[in-house]
């Protein structure tokens, strides 16, 4: 059964023209990640220059997209990364891809380049796509921008879009989309899409799904079932209620144990301080402060509600969400045991539309130059500010931690294919190393953490086997719009999926299918970032894992380089 | 025939030891480049961290190194490149070459790093290797430097030796060496050797030559006669006189002919300046100004004699040489037509050991960012302060125009894996883009430069053949220690080079021998290049050089991308 209310919208932001047009047969039941890795292999030269006109920035709704299931109305947005060189998929949750997904959007393809540097707003709605002349918002802040946007626009629209970092082609910048609350803190933090969103002159892009229609679903007795199921699994999950209450900081403790949380740019794997960043204290803020909220969820119907809002103590400061990857890249990473500092920090970053897993990795590397001591606070929020005023230093360090080490000389650089590890020191997860290296992605949890695997996380036995799996399976819920956490619900029962699909499209999916379409996922990727120029001489840990012990383990990374090479043997 | 006299030392700088031991068979008939090639391929891991300690620093003597042969004393240093992450040979002339050969080195190579930061002077002599605390020189220009060792070491020692711009890990710094005058100004410059030295904890290395010998003659009738032969070819030709007159700035009116010169960040190929830059301006500053001269010999011997010592009108700034390159990258490409402005910018980058043609690039790039404007001497000499003070936007520009490019967000970026074009733009000279493209070494002009070839520029006919003849030919010259200058002398008659090394070594080379072991090199240096890494995604130029015609003729880069890839069909 062909769906006819999705379709591809493809707008030329040079000619400011635009077409909606039916997915090829290729596409048709491809979704979010798998999607955008397809139409990469299809319609991007690999070799482009990513900050060129022939690079396109995609935004695809995963398969489940726009019917409220929890935790899975998650957008993909990508295209070559001009960090890693290669292909991009990076995800959010928010509104963004529920109201593509209410306008019949399958993928919305932005291509090629204006020859002005006038900023747009670009509007989609049921009428089609219009350009509206962006003003009054270049230079914003997200936080400043977005009200202006939802004035505009109307407090019901969903809203993508960049801030200053964005506006600076820094690497390290993302997209930033409005949760259900307005808010623009859910972001599409990693590979710098942010920057190619800035090279087609796109401040926002507004979407309307009010003006559309929800999608249409073949079988709704079959799909309330399937949702039933899956809503029951997911509650009963012992880990949906700890993500609920402590959020995804709980987390921290486990790191702590395994002694791989980042501390003093990757230099040790356990960090004294923890106690003023553990989940338990951030709950306890959470639960007493004024303006906090500890359970908050970032699509509307998500049922684990792993996110928060976030106060200091002063009142000053309004950040959400505080994560886990943060408190890891901006706490303990830079020495710091004060989670207000930390918020601190973060709502800058938010504010600036960038990554703060890579802005953290770059200022640890900054703090082993010298630009910081580690622990003070103060001074990071000073670099975090530089960055928004745009210096050299601060230009240095939004474009990321490979770059800011390159340009201080510093060794110890925590990052695969241009782009900063996540809150996993690797040397002592050998799993997660594996992930770190071989994905196409770079270095990124999301691709496949092996932390809650039965395994000896030290030992190198079973970790390609292990990664390969978690990183099909991570794609295919990407390729869903499903939240990794939606894995609690989606694991219990495996006919689940396949389930939701027949009654959502009548398609006959299988038992597979998440692994098949993740599988593929990662396939096109490679295929892609092979012509795009990447070797396995790309797929490593850093030389410097491979030699300098990490304490209190004394753990190095070996994995040997030729299981890394096989574990893509398609 | 085996050379007894040439051996391999080998300087652990972790240990401090050393040995000498003979050349391997393989090695045997190679020197100079292909040498370097040869010693990457056997003894560097491809994926190995530039700045590693699995990396190594090798200095490689010319085959025809070490009898003051006209422009044939050259020293070929390399290693794997932290700028282009593959095989590097950047030559020089001066005393370093000659002094290492009559210690009998055939090559120097330097092996891992030391654990702690402190700064050495390594001296070899007859005696062998030994490592003195460099004190007091940690820190210091080579202007300084150079001085305080020639009072420890003596007068006649060479000296290779890095300034502030290595000991801070830049990507653009080089290996000064002292020339005949002992003045430190025969840079190794190009790929980040200086910056590969400093992870040695090597301030300088100082070569007694004088407690060695004479290489051996096998046959001393038949060598002075080829060198008698080789000289007077060489003095015969036209270009030799042009070169000794006016230096490498001859070909400054030239490039502007053909349009060819690079203008305000590369966006032009024709300056309105010239005049103020050219090879006339230049000789009559040179023969009419106190402490100039016009025709400076780099080693002893040269009988081309084309570097030059200039002297600001001021006479507050002396700096040798002052070359077309510079001239090309510091003058026209900055919008500055003032030979004074150009000097004292070289004078700052000779003196932090430092790139001119890669800060050159950085400074218009950076120019293009609006970090100065076209034109502005005084603040591109504040600038290139910047990077003696290790300021963050210093550090930035030190790493080269790549880097500069990346961080403020500039489109226009001149380089080619990483390393920026020399003082020519590809565009309408597209030999030498087919040479930028497709050598292992990056863009390098020095690689095989197309411009004095009967051929039209602006076609893309016969252009790739153009350039494999003569990136072969200029890589035998660099194997054999020779100056690109003394192919005025070699290439009259081809039976001189075989002569030579049949009367020095005794070995019975072809007359096809300069360009196999040219050939050599490539190939060794692209196998490197592979296993680092490096694919034909790499051997492109940049993609807007592709899209933006060059004025006056309005030429793109179109050599197809299938004839770049077919280049080295070996």
Redesign the interface.
């Known amino acids: 059964m062909t769906d006819t209310f999705f379709s591809i919208w493809r707008v030329n932001v040079r000619s400011q023209t635009f077409v909606r047009e039916p997915a090829p047969a290729s596409w048709e039941r491809l979704g979010g990640r798998a999607l955008l890795a397809r139409i990469l292999v299809d319609e991007v030269p690999?070799?482009?220059?990513a900050?060129?006109?022939?690079n396109k920035l995609i935004f695809a709704p995963g398969l489940l997209v726009g019917h409220m299931l929890s935790s899975c109305d998650r957008i993909s947005i990508g295209g070559k990364s001009p960090m890693t060189g290669g292909a991009k998929e990076s995800n959010a949750g928010g509104r963004t891809g529920l109201q593509l997904a209410r306008l019949g959007v399958r993928a919305l393809i932005l291509e090629d380049q204006p020859q002005t540097d006038d900023w747009w707003v670009l509007h989609l709605s049921a009428q089609g796509a219009r350009f509206d002349p962006a003003d009054g918002l270049a230079g914003l802040g997200v936080y400043a921008a977005a009200p202006i946007l939802t004035e505009r626009y109307g407090q019901d629209a969903a809203i993508a879009l960049i801030g200053p970092g964005g506006e600076?082609?820094?690497?390290a910048a993302g997209i930033q989309n409005l949760d259900k609350d307005g808010a623009p803190s859910r972001i599409a933090a990693r590979g710098g899409m942010g920057?190619v969103m800035a090279t087609k002159r796109l401040k926002a892009i507004v979407i309307d799904g009010g003006s559309g229609d929800k999608p249409p679903i073949a079988d709704q007795k079959a799909f309330n079932a399937a949702r039933k199921a899956y809503n029951k699994a997911l509650l009963g999950h012992p880990q949906t209620t700890v993500y609920r209450e402590y959020g995804t900081a709980a987390v921290a403790r486990m790191c702590q144990a395994f002694g791989v949380l980042p501390t003093r740019n990757f230099s040790a794997g356990e960090f004294e301080g923890l106690e003023g960043l553990s989940a338990e204290t951030l709950r306890q803020y959470l639960t007493t402060r004024k303006g906090c909220d500890p359970s908050h969820a970032c699509m509307a119907g998500c049922a684990i509600q792993s996110s928060n809002i976030y106060v200091t103590a002063d009142g000053q400061t309004t950040v959400s969400p505080v994560e886990y990857e943060t408190i890891g890249l901006m706490g303990s990473n830079l020495g710091i045991a004060d989670l207000d500092a930390v918020a601190r920090m973060n709502a800058v970053v938010n504010d600036l539309g960038l990554d703060t897993i890579e802005v953290g990795a770059a200022l640890g590397v900054a703090a082993d130059a010298g630009l910081m001591a580690f622990g003070d606070g103060a001074r990071g929020l000073e670099l975090v500010e530089e960055i928004r005023a745009g210096?050299?230093?601060g230009?240095?360090l939004g474009?990321g931690a490979a770059?800011t080490g390159?340009?201080?000389?510093v060794?110890r650089v925590p990052a695969v294919k241009g782009q900063a590890m996540s809150a996993y020191d690797p040397r002592a997860l050998k799993g997660t190393g594996v992930t770190y290296a071989t994905s196409p992605q770079g270095a990124d949890h999301t691709c496949g953490l092996t932390i809650r695997a039965k395994i000896d996380h030290l030992g190198t036995e079973g970790q390609v086997a292990l990664s390969r799996g978690l990183q099909f399976r991570t794609a295919g819920f990407d390729s869903l719009g499903a939240c990794m956490f939606a894995s609690f619900g989606f694991n219990a029962d495996p006919a689940v999926v396949p389930a939701l699909l027949k009654a959502r499209y009548g398609w006959d999916a299988d038992e597979g299918f998440v692994d098949w379409i993740g599988r593929e996922s990662v396939r096109l990727e490679r295929q892609f970032n092979r012509?795009?120029?990447?070797?396995?001489?790309?797929d490593?840990l850093?030389?410097?894992m491979t030699?300098e012990p990490l304490p209190p383990t004394h753990a190095v990374f070996d994995v040997p380089d030729a299981d890394l090479d096989a574990i893509f043997d398609f």
Chains 1, 2 share one sequence.
């Open positions: 690999p070799t482009c220059d900050l060129g006109p022939h600076m082609l820094m690497h920057a210096t050299a230093l230009r240095v474009n770059v390159q340009v201080f000389g060794k012509l795009a120029g990447l070797t396995p001489a790309d490593r850093p030389e410097w030699r």
